[in-house]
């Protein structure tokens, strides 16, 4: 398999792991640094990945209200309404919490539906993912 593969295969990993999609992007990231790819390139790769599935959540969020009324629509107004008084009290420092298995990609669609500012969401989701990857990789690296 081709290096370009690996690392696209990575990145669509990372990607789909900020979704709501069951993926473990830290295991691919842990696997491919014990094989000896290049550390700085793999987290770059992830955190890429990973940040831009989480600007994904948050476009979900901010279109979500206008399916509101609908059978599907996967949430209840109580459940609607406990995440934003979740998110008042914390804000956007909540979003430091993205990295957090369960609860911080669902955190990354509340904070959508709060009309974050992207800017604002990307830093501190960049910060989360960034430092969540950075940690992975020490101890991969460490416990090698």
Do not use: C
């Amino acid at each position: 398999m081709s290096e370009l593969a690996i690392y696209a295969g990575l990145f669509l990993v990372a990607l789909a792991a900020a979704t709501i999609l069951p993926m473990q992007s830290e295991a691919a990231l842990a696997g491919l640094l014990l094989s000896g790819f290049s550390p700085w390139l793999l987290i770059t790769v992830a955190s890429l990945g990973n940040v831009l599935g989480s600007v994904l959540n948050w476009l979900i969020g901010r279109g979500i209200e206008r399916f509101r009324n609908k059978r599907w629509f996967p949430a209840s107004d109580a459940g609607l309404e406990r995440a934003r008084e979740w998110y008042h009290r914390y804000g956007k420092w909540s979003l430091l919490l993205s990295w957090v298995p369960i609860v911080g990609d669902p955190l990354t669609v509340v904070a959508g539906v709060m009309k974050e500012p992207l800017t604002h969401f990307v830093v501190l989701v960049a910060i989360a993912k960034v430092t969540r990857y950075l940690a992975v990789a020490a101890i991969a690296l460490n416990w090698a």
